[in-house]
């Protein structure tokens, strides 16, 4: 094995045992793709995971976690910040900023950030101004919503407010994935992808907000301000979803299984989430299904006719496709920040139909 080979190798075993720790989920899916583009997919996920754990730790104070939002912002800006005299220290004042109880997980991935953080800056111009760029998005969005919670709950308004909250903290990981993954595939066009990339996040933290409801209300996150509402919303992301899964080639076998296995699930999850829901207790996907539902897409990714029959099977059965919300129009709130937390790719006209505008 050279040492290019052995390097990677490193990376990689470096990024998966992060991985492993903060997400078995998208471990698992990660661990499916091949070569550069699992370790770029991996390592994005851990700059992400990061940003999250700056979103959710407790902090005591706004001005204490804007300063972790400011100085992650100045690391991922900055290709030379840890070659600059009193780098180091000024990391380690930044970790100091982190509240103690934060899980062990996410604490050990920040003890070791700066590998990841280097990591991100050695990698190939254009895909390390990808990275980058999303990043600083995700981090300017997470911000302006807990600033928006610093002196009440956070309280999303309208399904067009939960669309924007959903875009920073997961949608901007499909503009990620389509992005990565045409930097792999230059010969791969669809002027449609991006769009429905967004819609892949959306969908999945949407998943997300519904099974966490109870949990998020009790320590003041009101995620939900009408569940039907959402879950109709959440079919329309489904839908899009799949549709970008059928849109990429039938050979990007791996890029196939790790989004389709993220959306599938989603879905099968979805009859246990509203159960939980219902019976105030908790219920999960069993593990056997999710084994057979994971070989059962493996046999079929290059078939789009068998991935839609599923896709319908599985929505039919969670009760969701039956909703009929009230509409909740006449609430809309204006978002004028927008333009200036987001500095993406999607054209105005997108934006307006994801209803971030």
Same mark, same amino acid.
């Not at 052995?6 to 990689?12: C, G, L, N, T």
């Not at 994005?44 to 754990?53: A, E, G, H, K, M």
């Not at 029959?309 to 009929?324: D, P, V, Y």
């Given at each position: 094995?050279?040492? *290019?080979? &052995?390097?990677?190798?490193?990376?990689?075993?470096?990024?998966?045992?992060?991985?492993?720790? $903060?997400?078995?989920? =998208? &471990?698992?899916?990660?661990?499916?793709?091949?070569?550069?583009?699992? *370790?770029?997919?991996? #390592?994005? /996920?851990?700059? =992400?995971?990061?940003?999250?754990?700056?979103?959710?730790?407790?902090?005591?104070?706004?001005?204490?976690?804007?300063?972790?939002?400011?100085?992650?912002?100045?690391?991922?800006?900055?290709?030379?910040?840890?070659?600059?005299?009193?780098?180091?220290?000024? /990391? %380690?004042?930044?970790?100091?900023?982190?509240? !103690?109880?934060?899980?062990?997980?996410?604490?050990?991935?920040?003890?070791?950030?700066?590998?990841?953080?280097?990591?991100?800056? !050695?990698?190939?111009?254009?895909?390390?101004?990808?990275?980058?760029?999303?990043?600083?998005?995700?981090?300017?969005?997470?911000?302006?919503? &807990?600033?928006?919670?610093?002196?009440?709950?956070?309280?999303?308004?309208?399904? @067009?407010?939960?669309?924007? /909250?959903?875009?920073? +903290?997961?949608?901007?990981?499909?503009?990620?994935?389509?992005?990565?993954?045409?930097?792999?595939?230059?010969?791969?066009?669809?002027?449609?992808?991006?769009?429905?990339?967004?819609?892949?996040?959306?969908?999945?933290?949407?998943?997300?907000?519904?099974?966490?409801?109870?949990?998020?209300?009790?320590?003041?996150?009101? #995620?939900?301000?009408?569940?039907?509402?959402?879950?109709?919303?959440? $079919?329309?992301?489904?839908?899009?979803?799949?549709?970008?899964?059928?849109?990429?080639? @039938?050979?990007? $076998?791996?890029?196939?299984?790790?989004?389709?296995?993220? %959306?599938?699930?989603?879905?099968?999850?979805?009859? =246990?989430?509203?159960?939980?829901?219902?019976?105030? @207790?908790?219920?999960?996907?069993?593990?056997?299904?999710?084994?057979?539902?994971?070989?059962? +897409?493996?046999?079929?990714?290059?078939?789009?006719?068998?991935?839609?029959?599923?896709?319908?099977?599985?929505?039919?059965?969670?009760?969701?496709? *039956?909703?009929?919300?009230?509409?909740?129009?006449?609430?809309?709130?204006?978002?004028?920040?927008?333009?200036?937390? /987001?500095?993406?790719?999607? *054209?105005?006209?997108?934006?307006?139909?994801?209803?971030?505008?």
């Amino acid at each position: 094995m050279g040492e *290019a080979q &052995a390097s990677f190798k490193q990376d990689i075993e470096f990024y998966q045992k992060h991985l492993d720790r $903060v997400s078995r989920s =998208f &471990a698992f899916c990660i661990k499916q793709l091949n070569g550069e583009f699992r *370790a770029q997919v991996g #390592l994005s /996920y851990l700059v =992400f995971r990061i940003l999250d754990t700056i979103e959710d730790a407790p902090w005591e104070t706004f001005s204490e976690q804007k300063k972790a939002f400011d100085h992650f912002n100045e690391i991922m800006k900055t290709p030379e910040f840890f070659q600059r005299p009193g780098a180091n220290s000024d /990391y %380690l004042d930044w970790l100091a900023l982190f509240p !103690k109880d934060i899980p062990e997980s996410e604490m050990v991935l920040l003890k070791e950030g700066q590998r990841v953080f280097s990591d991100v800056h !050695k990698q190939p111009e254009q895909v390390r101004q990808h990275i980058q760029n999303c990043s600083i998005n995700m981090s300017r969005g997470m911000e302006f919503y &807990a600033c928006r919670a610093q002196d009440r709950p956070l309280r999303l308004k309208d399904i @067009k407010d939960v669309n924007r /909250y959903c875009f920073f +903290v997961a949608g901007i990981v499909g503009e990620l994935l389509e992005g990565l993954f045409l930097n792999a595939h230059p010969e791969e066009k669809n002027p449609q992808g991006l769009t429905k990339a967004f819609h892949f996040g959306l969908f999945l933290q949407k998943v997300n907000i519904l099974k966490d409801q109870l949990s998020d209300e009790e320590e003041g996150r009101f #995620l939900v301000p009408e569940r039907d509402l959402i879950k109709k919303s959440l $079919v329309d992301n489904g839908r899009n979803a799949l549709d970008y899964i059928l849109s990429l080639p @039938k050979e990007a $076998v791996s890029y196939r299984l790790f989004c389709a296995w993220s %959306l599938f699930i989603g879905l099968a999850s979805l009859p =246990f989430i509203e159960q939980s829901f219902e019976s105030k @207790k908790f219920f999960k996907l069993p593990r056997i299904k999710t084994q057979l539902l994971i070989e059962k +897409v493996r046999g079929i990714i290059k078939n789009n006719d068998r991935l839609q029959s599923l896709f319908s099977e599985l929505l039919e059965g969670s009760r969701f496709i *039956a909703s009929q919300p009230q509409s909740m129009e006449s609430q809309v709130q204006e978002f004028p920040e927008f333009t200036n937390l /987001y500095s993406g790719q999607l *054209a105005p006209a997108d934006i307006k139909k994801l209803g971030l505008i």
